[in-house]
């Protein structure tokens, strides 16, 4: 009775928080004050029961339908290819890699640092570290036409802006967002090889979802026939677990619990003979499961490893229903946010991408490009969206939605007596007390709060920075929104 009487309280003042001064050229949006109650965690509106998959599933009418089928997701996927310039159809590249191209892949990426960066000591790089950097990408050395190289990524690997392992911050003490690092390849991934650093350790490679630089030992070379065709094996195990992992073999230390993330496809051994060992292991309860692997030499090679039959895996992709979107988003609560996918986790579009991805929806990697693809049905927010009408969309959000403001994304897991709620990967999150004093909560996780209340800044909310909805189910139902 407690729980329904603090939850009522804190959910029939969030429309206080959401009422906004009308901004003008004098005068800027001011958030309103609250005097619903804090809970103790000071995460307003969220009490311990609403942090299970559960809860949110029985609220819904259907929660086992099928939002969009495989046949229907499989041209969602290939249209993402067709019309999103952020994707890359390895596929269909060109026999030719021309300099110009090379250069320009590179150049979009790895810039020279216009601020001051901070090494994990506190110390600025100065002019000789930021010369060094430029250096190592050997702009110089790149080919005037070369056909394009194939490899696949054998254990999950950084993609850095530069190559080079050296984290940088933009704050001295703050060493959570390091500005090299701009996502991760998990194993399996097809990659083309466009160019190598000046000393030959690392390899910019053109991935499905992003360009960038990777260490080469990370990434075995195959011909595009070996690498373009390993994920379209069949049988196969989908990782449907927020982790999963291959059993420890000290007999084959390079394929010994290799780190398996959300959505990672595997194909199966299926003829693998019943009784024959696996790395000194007798496979009978587990998968067996066949592995890129990099040879001494770089080129790439396939060897079977085991996958636990009680491991969260499936035989295909999850149905899209919202009773598996809620599951699979609430596997990752409370995992420590990781930008750029660092720490073995993710950031917020890489925690809504490896949700979806368990599915078999295939998403851009970045939250701009997320926002704006054309490959999804969306509702895009500007100037002429007043504050009643995107309140209006936030109130008609639907399981799985996914809510951008600058910078981040959202999953919509529903609502509560008519107030939205959101699933997130986030920093921390902000809204105000009954006096107008502002509450700031460093979260660093997979979240759980209310949208209407966020601040953005000291003068907004998130709502009024509302930049896009984009949502993954068919266009019928999203026609009213």
Known sequence: MRYRTLLNNTLRTTALIAALAVCSAARCITAATTAQPIPAHEVLGVEEAQLSADFWIAKQQEPDRVLLDAATIAARNAKLLRVDASMHDLSALPAVFSREQVRAWISALSTRPERTLYDSAGAALDARAVAALINALALDAIADNQPPRFGLVVQRADLRTFPTTQRVFTERGDTDI????????????PLAIAHASRDGQWWFVVSPRYAAWIEKKFVAEGSAEQVL??????????????????VMTPEAPALSELHLDMGVRLPVLADWPAAKPVNGQHPY???VIELPLREDSGKLAFAPALLQKNAD?????????????????????????????????RDCSGFVSDVYRSMGVDMPRNTRDQAM??????????KGDDHAARVKAAHALQVGDLVYIPGHVMMAVGAVDGEPYVIHDTTGLSYRREDGSKVRVHLNQVSVSPLLPLLFGDTQT?????????YIRSAAETAGN
Not at 182 to 189: C, F, I, K, M, V
Not at 373 to 382: D, K, V, W
Not at 462 to 470: A, E, F, G, H, L
């Open 178 to 189: 390091d500005r090299f690092q701009e996502t991760a390849l998990y194993p399996g991934t």
């Open 229 to 246: 065709g390993y994920r379209a094996r069949a049988p196969y195990r989908v990782i449907t677990g927020a982790i999963d992992n291959t």
């Open 285 to 287: 309860t587990a998968y």
């Open 313 to 345: 895996t499936h035989a295909d992709f999850l149905p899209l229903t919202q009773a598996n979107i809620l599951r699979q988003a609430f596997k990752f609560l409370g995992e420590r946010y990781g930008w750029g996918n660092s720490y073995d986790a």
């Open 373 to 382: 693809s054309p490959a999804f049905e969306h509702r895009l927010f500007g």
């Open 462 to 470: 998130y709502v009024d920075r509302m930049t896009s909805i984009v």
